[in-house]
């Protein structure tokens, strides 16, 4: 079993390539890896409350942890409690903590 | 525990987000107390240009003092001192032939020149590496 952390920067509005991360996210963890997806910059806004799409739900569905930037989240105007179930917020030492265990780590 | 990281990044200044995610990267690297290597390759050598300067905004009636326009070579040095003030290493390596192609040569104190092949050392030494690109 492998640890990768996928650190999403991009919304899945403007797009469509988001829809191919988190399907590599899903696919990483069904084949039995540990996955976690970072949102981050403009990858926050699909997570508010309302207006998340299908990919996260099959992300969150699929046992993937799903975290979203703070700073991006402020920045945005998006409240802890406008995010979607199933996100969590967290600082980006989440993604140093993960670089410094090796996990693999792509920024897309 | 302390570990050294690499980051490799290849955004212009002043041109988006990934820039700033990065530098933040980087700060809370520092103070979790892990060492940093950056490699700024491409645009990304104009981060360190010594010659980067405030302006005024004469649309919204602002000199360059109240404009408070941020720089990234600013925030490079405030890094770098972050890094001294802590005890631990950001070593900032610039690529030697993006700069050249770019007359970038003027980088701030603390920014040195080199080539992929300090890339590739800084990698093998660390215990991970981190590809921004540009899309």
């Known amino acids: 079993m492998s640890r990768y952390l996928l650190i999403e920067s991009q919304d899945s509005f403007s797009s469509n390539a988001v829809q191919e991360h988190v399907e590599l996210a899903v696919a990483l963890k069904r084949a039995g890896n ?6 981050v910059q403009n990858g926050v806004l699909p997570c508010r ?32 409690r406008d995010v979607a179930r199933g996100v969590r917020p967290a600082a980006i030492d989440a993604v140093v903590e993960r670089l410094a265990a090796s996990w693999k780590v792509i920024f897309l | 525990m302390a570990a050294s990281l690499t980051i490799a990044i290849m955004d212009a200044p002043f041109e988006n987000a990934r820039t700033v995610t990065v530098f933040r990267l980087v700060q809370a690297a520092l103070k979790s107390g892990h060492d940093v290597n950056v490699f700024a390759y491409e645009g990304a050598v104009g981060l360190s240009f010594a010659r980067q300067a405030a302006h005024a905004n004469a649309v919204h009636g602002r000199d360059a003092a109240a404009e408070n326009h941020p720089l990234p070579r600013v ?3 405030q890094l770098l001192g972050l890094a001294r003030k802590s005890g631990r290493k950001l070593d900032w390596v610039n690529c030697g032939l993006c700069v050249d192609e770019r007359g970038m040569g003027e980088a701030i104190d603390g920014v040195r020149r080199g080539t992929p092949a300090d890339l590739w050392k800084m990698s093998v030494e660390s215990v991970n590496s981190l590809t921004v690109g540009t899309r």
């Open chain 1, 49 to 80: 409350s309302g207006a998340d799409g299908e990919a996260l739900h099959e992300a969150v569905a699929a046992g993937i942890d799903v975290l979203a930037d703070d700073f991006s989240l402020n920045e945005r105007g998006i409240a802890d």
């Open chain 2, 75 to 77: 925030w490079i040095e």
């Open chain 1, 34 to 39: 540990e996955v976690t997806l970072y949102l």
